[in-house]
């Protein structure tokens, strides 16, 4: 969304500040709760699969923990498709403490990502953590493709995917976040209120402060500035 700036002025302020919009949007997955729960043990990971549905490079990715969860680490990754299969970790991360009962979110760097093309999300209860890792799944969908991992001694998700068990409790409440290709929307100045009305008894106390909420709701840079044009204020 639009970065925004909010900010006190007094009737004679001027104000001058550039903004710089961040597009992003969700890449690939499922950014909404699912009606089912599965869990993993310490050192087990599993993968679903989804379909990007934006081309860009990913930043970050969630994953919607059960409130009964109670793993102290989580690890998130992301694989190559072939052939319908997981093969290559793209990259991984790992969250120290995760909330259950909340999105949680590991930072990521993977470019490339092709609209239309099948991706596997990990994730795992790495092996030297504590407690059992619960998930959402059946996330607005039923009989996605998941797997469970063939070794349950993982620190780490592995750099290629071994396979357990096959199940169809996909899609996860799991998602990719990041930016898309191609050129931003030009810049949009947005500011609420549209206007700042003051008013005084001449020889009186000064107004009182106002405040205004200044944001780029396009994209881009956007360079603006702030003043007023009654030659009366000093």
């Known amino acids: 969304g639009a970065r925004n700036h909010t ?3 007094d009737a004679d302020t001027a104000i001058t500040a550039t903004f710089e919009r961040a597009r992003a949007l969700k890449l690939a997955g499922a950014d909404v709760i699912g009606v089912n729960v ?6 087990k990971a599993e993968v679903y699969r989804t379909v990007a549905s934006n081309s860009g490079t990913a930043s970050d990715l969630y994953l919607s923990l059960a409130p009964e969860s109670t793993a102290s680490a989580l690890v998130l990754g992301l694989y190559r498709d072939e052939a319908g299969q997981p093969t290559t970790l793209l990259d991984s991360a790992r969250l120290e403490s995760p909330t259950a009962g909340a999105w949680n979110r590991v930072s990521v760097d993977i470019p490339d990502l092709e609209a239309g093309e099948p991706y596997w999300i990990g994730l795992l209860n ?10 959402h799944d059946h996330a607005g969908a039923s009989g996605g493709a998941e797997q469970t991992s063939f070794l349950n001694t993982l620190d780490e998700l592995p750099d290629t995917w071994e396979t357990g068990r096959n199940w169809s409790d996909g899609p996860a409440s799991a998602y990719v976040w990041g930016t898309p290709e191609g050129a931003p929307p030009p810049p949009a100045l947005s500011v609420v209120p549209a206007s700042l009305s003051f008013s005084a008894t001449a020889e009186g106390a000064n107004p009182a402060s106002k405040t205004l909420a200044v944001s780029n709701t396009g994209g881009g840079t956007l360079s603006f500035s702030v003043s007023d044009d009654a030659p009366w204020l000093s």
């Open 126 to 135: 790495p092996i030297d953590g504590t407690g059992t890792l619960r998930w």
């Open 38 to 43: 599965s869990s993993a043990q310490p050192g």
């Open 7 to 9: 900010t006190v002025v």
